[in-house]
């Protein structure tokens, strides 16, 4: 008899509630049974820490920045050290943090329970794809270790082919192309989990919202990140080689390198945005225990985002040389995505309507969220306008609105899924007020931080400079007043987590009164799962589900 | 839970994995056909992104064919149609063994898996061998990317700079070590390691096999270029001075002289555009900074479709491995079939390769 044949619920002593003495946190235990691990919540575990670590470095980098910037003129570092620093901040954070954080770390632990199964479809290749981001996460820091990466996160020929840092730029490609491979096969493990392995009555229109939103994730990973994988590719032959595929001496085109690019990372945009809005739809209908509103519409819009998301990547080049018919086109067809976003806002404020809002802190980002993304979003539509582009390309402008969107949206919605999940996964629960005050400081300092930026931008202010003007430098202190703020804030909400793992109260098996399958089994989940597949209904179907005081949680009263 | 409770679950539990779940049924799965299902569905994902992978190079081909075709059409007869056409043989027959192994797989017909396996393998070990004659003699003519390529000197000399002798070693090392295994399974007398070892040694000689057939085909490829060269030089109305040209190597064009008559007057002809094309000042492609993207183009594409070649040797051993155990049957042939599956896409990509590549003029 195995360890795992023990009882998986029974009533734990003092205060009522239901804890397992054996889950997946003690299932096993020594570094291996960790670092070889099949199971999907220690993976996403694991991805958590890790992603967590890379938001540290890469927050670490964005303060330096804004540091930097306090003054005009004579920042404390060298003109040749912003660059590499700026670079290094937009590639950590988006390759090793964004992009993996909710579909790796959340997804991970979330996806298989939310299905009633017992792993994802192919628990190897996950680790796999773990140990594929390890991987990445060390070319990147041996390029910020040889000599430090100056060309901007996007590797823009000719920069990168011209760029004295020639070994950071092959190691930090490399980088690049090993964590496209981990994007792809978490993502095609996913799809390969949703088909095949839902669990009896979960029809594609009981799934979770969650899961829709990373149906569509997966499928922009799949479709757009081979081709990101080419481009660095290509690019690491043309530095090793001189190829000149994308180098004007030898007949290539650098232009082409960016359609390339974009092509990937405009999609890559939707795949950081995608994963946070499924995590607000489950946020707003479980703390205003209400169904969701409109819920055939979130799922479709989730698609409809991935879809459009592949036809507007030559917004990003307005002005990089294009013909004019395209660039209405692409204008044009930009303006298109924001109907789905549009129609997942307005769900999310139906959801509230005469709901029974619990303003606990899981809610409060999920609020910031919704805030913030509005912001993020609209701020997208002059950009995406031709005319305005014109001005507004490459002016803080640009920064305050992906940092809305990226930051603002994925960050925050990241940030409001972990508190919400967290009792789920550490069977810990934390401290509501301190993690109420955390978003509190975040979405201030977030909006001090940004908000300055939208007028800078506007000024003609542009981005990636080490000095400017002496008239933005009010804005600009402003602005670094603001991250400080901000990264507050973020120490605080950390320190909410970690607190609750030594000293929080345990959590009982449903402690927000969710209807989705995570929270029927018991927190932490026992190694498998669920012993037989359980049969469903509907995920938004709170009729029933009452808080009972015995258990500090709810429960389901038939 | 008591005592009694307790075994009772473990009885249940017990039944739960080892009757439904024989050990070829991975625990999360129900049974074999969601197992089969989940499989597939991840095989034609990962097909699509490979789809995807090669398409930022079809891209660049297309629009760089598209805005200098006369790059295209001159470099393109630099590479040696009939040593393309082989390979594309090799490859189609490929996958037909490849097909045969998954139907072999399903009739548990152990012994056939395993030789049309073997004969999988050794398919793509030719394939190989015929590319590394096509890369090094190439490379020794300095037809590289971009900025590498050397401009074209009609019977130039090229020295041997033992390019190929450099592709063969590690084909050269893996033969040996699966030759010193075969002889460690005859001597062991064991079945098992004599079913792997056997296609794997086969493989290697395959390997050579195709090495001195791509040989001896780019030989009288050369002879046949170097004899007409002879040819067009003493024929009427071209009075161009190539004798400097012909001071060494293999390109002697008194050694070959008799063979002229043999060659078809079609040929001929074609030399001729070619040396004139070489010749005249308009042949502006012949640089670095116009022919050199042709050939990073044609490395990058076939470069990365022999590196997806030899990946998918490495998973046919690991194929090899398994049905030497006997492990496929009617139930669990998944692996099999996905292997399939990606090898007859790697077949495929060829197929858009070979026309777009070696037969545009």
Redesign the interface.
Known sequence: ?SV????IV?PASGDGSTYPEHHFLNHTSGFLSWALTLDHKRIGLMYLVGVMSSFALGGMFALMIRLHLWNFKDGWLSNQTYNQVFTLHGAIMVFLFIIPSVPAALGNFLLPIMLG???????R?NLGSFYLWVTGLVLFLTALSITGLDTGWTFYTPYSIETQKGGAVLAATFGVFVLGFSS?FTG??F???I???RPPGMTWFRMPLFLWATYATSIIQ??????L???V??LS??RL?????F?P?????PV?FQH?FWFYSHPAVYIMILPAMGIISELMSVHCHKGIFGYRMIAYSSIAIALFGFLVWGHHMFTSGMADVTTIVFSALTFTVSIPSAIKVFNWLGTMYQGTVSLNTPMLYALAFIFLFTIGGLTGLPLGALALDMHLHDTYFVVAHFHYVMMGGTLVAFLGGLFHWWPKMTGKMFNETFGMISATIVFVGFNLTFLPQFVLGTRGMPRRYATYLEEFQDLHRLSTIGSLTLGIGLLVALLVLLHSLFYGRRAPTNPWGGATLEWVCSSPPPHDNF?T?PTVGDPYDFNGIEYDAKQGGYVKKS | MTAIQETAHESEHAQDHHHDHPAWLAHHFDDAEQQFDAGKLGMWLFLVTEVLFFSGMFCAYSLYRNRDPEVFEFCSRFLNEKLGAINTGVLLFSSLTMAWAVRAAQLKQHKLLVGMLGATLGCAAMFLGVKAVEYSHKWELGLLPGKFYVSQIPGAAHGEHGYLGSLCIVPLILTIIAGVYYIYSLATMSKFHQKVAGPILVAGACFFGGVQLGRILEAEETTHHAAEHAAHEHAPGTSHDHSQDHSAGELLPEKEGGEVIALGHKSIEDVKVMAEELKTPDASVNQKSMAGLFFSIYYCMTGIHAVHIIGGMLVITWLIVKAAREEFHDQYFGPVDNVGLYWHLVDFIWIYLFPLLYLIT
């Open positions: 008899m795992a044949d023990r009882p029974s199964t017992k792993d994802v479809a192919f628990p290749l792809i095609l493990n799809i390969v989990t088909n095949t392995m799949v479709l757009a990140t081979p081709v994988g080419i481009t590719l290509l032959a043309e080689l001189g190829i000149g595929i180098d001496k030898l007949n290539g085109d082409t390339f012993a597949a």
